[in-house]
């Protein structure tokens, strides 16, 4: 092996391409005879579709509805569950759901076409809110309650020690939609190539899409292909969503017969596509008379819109991750995904994580502000350690090294300092949170479900390829899997390649998403590469392969959730200082310091990229993405200039630092990180705001305008 | 639909196009020329990801109209890469530096920091944050954008002062 350190930083694989121009993204790719195509979708949130007045469609124009499914095919999108049409027929329960696609040569007419459209509706009362999803407002339209999946875990016995407890509290936490604002809005184009479809699209991951559409296609597998185009940015948004787009255009291209162009603008991507979860946690917290935590009883909801999608797998997170990086002595939590008639909720980095996270270190907060002591001290208390027994009755095999992240981040943060001389209501604040994320998929999913491959490829001109379903999308996955495959062999870097996957070529190392893909993937390329060497001096092509295998001792039971939900965290810890205007509350934020321990790094530069985007992402998810739904309009905020994402001016230069702590099932070390990131600079924010204003928040996100209704009225 | 010949000089060429007058800049290079290092990110001036030069000054040309690019002369990212296919200092530095993820907010950024580069005053990094404000990424926390950015413009203040010139 070499000298330098595995994180050493290269170039990315990526970098020459991006920074000169020359990237192709899916809308620079033209096609022979390619056909433009317009989504046309329900106006109203819930109601019976009356009739659909079509102005007369010219020559070459076609609208595309549930009528042209292939025959056999089912009005189908299988994602988790097969609960998602592809088109709505009969009913609509959302405002945006596909009723149809427009399609033909000029985009001009399409959508003077689309303008002529006139749907008539026999209209429902919709529920919007969690509230009223609860509330089966205007009837449930899911089993009898509304309620996708509503499942308890225990840990030792909550009630009898919320009965016997010197003093409960209660609090309740509640947090907003995030639209993901990938700068490439969705975008797909479908062709048939002899009799297979092939679906050109920006995505995470190709093999789900191709699964999602087998069904409505009534086609196998194989018949059709996906091929991954360079991604402008996913985060979670490209996760099932494109199985939305690649559906109609799959069902109009067996009709047509011609390429299909799908591109959102950037008013369709941000008014008619997933969301993060909204999310109500109320926390009933047993203490003693000396202010110990003796319990916890956390119910969690979340607003999982009008289909399942990945709603249940979301929930679970949140709810494994409900305890945050505490050892409570005993819990319950509760998980609830509410269905209303909103665009249904999906993946976004953090998967349901970031919710329950940010409400336990809120609620820590004010457990803190009950008793009188810095919240610090209270949360110190209480840190996982290696051992622990989780909510799920599983351990903490990590070596936790909180202390010494924390310890990083005081001494670049002044925290101490800083929190003894800024007084409660001073203007000035600062707050700290520590968060961590299950690797991977949960329990055993990986096992069971996912049976990820990795494939390796010394091709005749000695170049070996990396042939795995995995995609890049801005994370820096191509440099570290190339990375650890060029290490093992110990051949320059640029002999590794690593193109976007073709499910035609590549072997399914399943969905790039759960920060799995380092961790999981890279393990099996590093397992891959390793054989190759051993076989380096055979003549011609080598073809090397590793699947998954979950190591021993680490027991999870799905149907019950008991066990270790995940063998390994990554962990972090996040200090954020800020200064609220006292006329305007317009909240500066004068530093930001973060330690976070993803194993050992694969790339620094890259991980370092990725602390700074998820950090950034996280602090505008609470300072200022304020994002409302109504019954009539759907979402409010749709552009950039009213969905607030974070410019280059609104927060500082950022310190971050990173712990070595190898993890042994991982390639190098590495553990996932992409995620992590994202999971707790919201709740260091908000902890600084609440300090400089001496006022609790319970709610996020906190533009000027709620902080300063909230100080007229309390929380 | 009326239509119109534009005249200008796109990354040193003379070009002629006959467009429709409604246009936009961002369609005419695009569709016309082929230069997709312009990107569609929104598509009403609230992104950046579409930013040229246009006669050194950068302007999302997405809501630029094609023909009021009569008579400029307009810079796009393929226009820095020298006829060698050398890239600039600024794209290393961009890559240099992890300012690259997704890429897609990429070539918007590395115009809209040509200005900052090529002046003669050095921006602070507050500066450099403000001036590139115009231009949104979601991926990358802006940090090593301004890294690039800053590296960049120093390496030229240095080489300004090396060459004798002011
Ligand atoms: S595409 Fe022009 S500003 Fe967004
Ligand atoms: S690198 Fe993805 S938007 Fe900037």
Redesign the interface.
Known sequence: MRETPIGT?I??L????????????L??YRFDGMLYSRMVRSTVARGRIAAINMPPLPDGYYFITHKDIPEGGVNELYMIKKDYRCFAEGDVRYIGETIGLLVGPDRGVLLDLEQGIVIEYEEGVPSISIEEGLACKGGPFVGDRNLFCDFTIDKGNIDEVLAKAYRVVEDEINTGWQE??????NAAVAEKEGDKFIINISCQCPFYVRKSVAGLMNRPFEDIIVRQT??????GGKEHFPDILAGPLLVAVNKIGKPIQLVF??HEDGAFSVKRHPSRTRFKTALDKDGNILGMDIDVVYNAGAYESCSYVVLQRGVFHAAGVYTIPVTRVRGRAVATNTFPSDAFRGFGAPQTLFAIEVHMCHLANELGIDPLELKKRYFNKKGDITVTNGHINDTVVLSEMLQQVMEASGYAQKAATYKPGSGKGIGISFYNHGGAFTGNGEQMIIKAKAKLHRRADGIVAILVGSTE????LQTALAKIVARVLDVDQDRVVYDNPDTSCVADSGPTVASRSTMIVGKLLERAALEMKERWEEPGEIITQAEYQHPEGYPWDQSTFQGDAYITYGWGVCAVEVEVDPLTREVITKGVWSSHDVGVPIDE??V??Q???????SLGYAAMEKLENTAKKGFKQV???DYI?????D?P??TATLVHNPYPYGPFGAKGMGELVFNGASAAFIDAVSRAVDTEIRSIPIPPETLTELMKHGA | MTRKTVTCTINGKRREFSIDVRSSLSEMLRGEASL??I??????G??G?CTVLIDGRPFNSCIYLAVWAEGKEIL???GL?DTKGT?SDI??A?????A????????GF?MSSIPIITSDTPAS?EEI??Q???????????????NAIEKTQKKRIEERKGSGKK
């Not at chain 1, 990526?14 to 993204?25: E, F, N, P, V």
């Open positions: 930083p170039r990315r990526d970098a020459i391409s991006k920074a000169s121009g020359t990237q192709m993204y809308s620079d993901h604002v990938h700068l490439e809005t360079t991604t402008g940015g996913a985060f603008d950037r999308m801005g994370q820096g530069l890259v370092k990229g602390i700074h985007g998820g950090i950034i992402q552009g950039l200039s994402i974070p410019t280059s001016m927060f230069a950022q | 997709d290092s990107k569609h990110g929104c598509d009403v609230e992104c990801a796009t990212l393929e890469t890239i794209q290393q961009f890559m240099d530096e992890g690259v993820q997704c890429g897609f907010c990429t070539p590395i990094r944050r403000k590139v404000s115009g231009n949104l990424c979601r991926c990358t926390g802006y940090e090593n954008i301004v």
